[in-house]
């Protein structure tokens, strides 16, 4: 089965809309991909659907609990990343490696340029169905 990371700015794409970040979830949902998360992206998850999007807590509950029935809670203990754009960043490639992903589905840029970490290929969700064949029928 393919093991991912689903950063946060897919998974709050593929809860508010279609496309290929909700197709990615669906995937995720139905076992089809194995999908891998850390504490610090379901804490930066709340954070943005309560700061930015003003999720009402009961729905943010809701919508976390969602989250972590097609996500498997990893314990990544954060690594020293060297050369990062965005040093934030570090959260989401620790999460990937102690999760022994194949892929990081993202939208962030910063994470995007630097295409591969330690064999682990970063993408968009839309790459990410392309290079699997999961695109739907």
């Known amino acids: 089965m393919i093991r991912v990371v689903i ?3 897919v998974l709050i794409s593929g ?3 279609k496309g290929s970040p909700r197709r990615v979830i669906d995937l995720a949902a139905d076992h089809t991909i194995e999908a891998f998360i850390g504490i610090s992206i379901i ?3 709340h954070d943005v659907l ?4 003003c999720v009402p807590a009961e729905k ?3 919508i976390l609990k969602d989250v972590v029935t097609f996500c498997r809670i990893i314990p990544a203990k954060e690594l020293p990343i060297a050369g990062l754009r965005d040093p934030n960043d570090a959260h989401v490639l620790s999460c990937a490696v102690a999760g022994k992903v194949q892929f990081i589905i993202t939208g962030d840029k910063d994470l995007l340029t630097l295409k591969t970490y ?3 290929a970063i993408v ?3 790459e990410f169905l ?3 064949g999961l695109n739907p029928a």
């Open 124 to 126: 968009t969700p839309s």
């Open 43 to 45: 804490k930066e998850l």
């Open 130 to 132: 392309k290079i699997t």
């Open 50 to 53: 309560k700061e930015d999007f």
């Open 60 to 62: 943010l509950t809701d």
């Open 15 to 17: 809860l508010f809309w």
């Open 118 to 120: 330690k064999r682990i």
């Open 7 to 9: 950063d946060t700015n």
